[in-house]
């Protein structure tokens, strides 16, 4: 079985060397090692040293050079839109304060379908649509990503 050592950022692998995909929801996307069944039917380990949040768009590195794609599976979601950018915002602010995982799309919020949550957001002049549609939430200001290293710093805080 081919096994999946590295994952790269969307834009950040060379896409030439796709050789299938895998479509996974979001509550699947946040893994260190598994068995996985590529959209081919074809299977291989995910094997990473550490638990990693796989985003729709990034490329699976195998041991045998090719790339696995990752793909967002649609889902149940929220979509929400407000009158206005500050109202927006004031939505946006509940359901961080809420720690809900939330996309940000466009002028629009997305969140995983949650009935409580609907209410209230109605509750704060937002409109909701319910819809079908890959669901990839903001890794949020705490999260080890990819983009993000780490680098020597002095004594008083400055980089070495």
């Not at 590529?38 to 985003?55: E, I, K, V």
């Not at 809900?100 to 409580?116: F, K, N, S, T």
């Not at 079908?132 to 020597?152: I, K, N, R, T, V």
């Amino acid at each position: 079985m081919q096994r999946a050592l590295a994952v790269h950022p969307r834009g950040q692998w060379p896409e030439d060397r796709t050789v299938d995909t895998v479509t996974l929801a979001y509550l699947d996307r946040h893994r260190r090692r598994i068995r996985l069944v590529a959209d081919s039917g074809t299977a291989f380990l995910l094997d990473l040293p550490r638990a990693q949040h796989l985003a729709d768009g990034d490329g699976l590195e195998l041991d045998s050079g090719g790339y696995v794609r990752v793909r967002a599976a649609p889902e149940a979601i929220i979509e929400i839109e407000a009158p206005d950018r500050e109202s927006l915002l004031r939505i946006a602010w509940h359901l961080g304060n809420r720690h809900l995982p939330l996309q940000v799309a466009g002028d629009r919020l997305r969140i995983r379908e949650d009935h409580v949550i609907a209410e209230m957001v109605s509750g704060l002049g937002g409109q909701i649509t319910r819809r079908e549609a890959p669901f990839d939430p903001e890794f949020g200001a705490y999260a080890a990503g990819a983009a993000h290293s780490h680098h020597p710093h002095n004594a008083d805080g400055g980089e070495a």
